[in-house]
Nanobody
């Protein structure tokens, strides 16, 4: 499965961005757990949000109320709507897929995109 992210860029604090991730798998995308992760310079990879096959969502405390994860199974696409962005949201954002449908643990996510840079100033 190939994952391709888009939508990153530079934005001022308080602004919004929407990230997209298109998966190459047409037939089983709806069964995946999909997640967004991020990695800031000098820091480890952090899970931002995940959504399972039943559309149950989980968010990191740092983004609750500001970010929304969603997916469109018909388009094999995962989204992350980011609002009220803060400078500490600056990071490379990665899309990941768990083919087994499990959102935990981290190693359940076996497919990863190349990442898209988000810079908040």
């Amino acid at each position: 499965v190939q994952l391709v992210e888009s939508g990153g860029g530079s934005v001022q604090a308080g602004g919004s961005l929407r990230l997209s991730c298109v998966a190459s798998d047409t037939y089983t995308f709806s069964t995946y757990c999909m997640g967004w992760f991020r990695q800031a310079p000098g820091k480890g990879r952090e899970e931002v949000a995940s959504i399972d096959a039943d559309d149950n969502t989980i968010y990191a405390d740092s983004v609750k109320g500001r970010f929304t994860i969603s997916k469109d199974n018909a388009k094999n696409t995962l989204y992350l709507q980011m609002s009220s962005l803060k400078t500490e949201d600056t990071a490379v954002y990665y899309c990941a897929a768990s083919g087994g449908g499990y959102c935990y643990p981290l190693y359940a996510f076996e497919y990863w995109g190349q990442g898209t840079q988000v810079t908040v100033s």
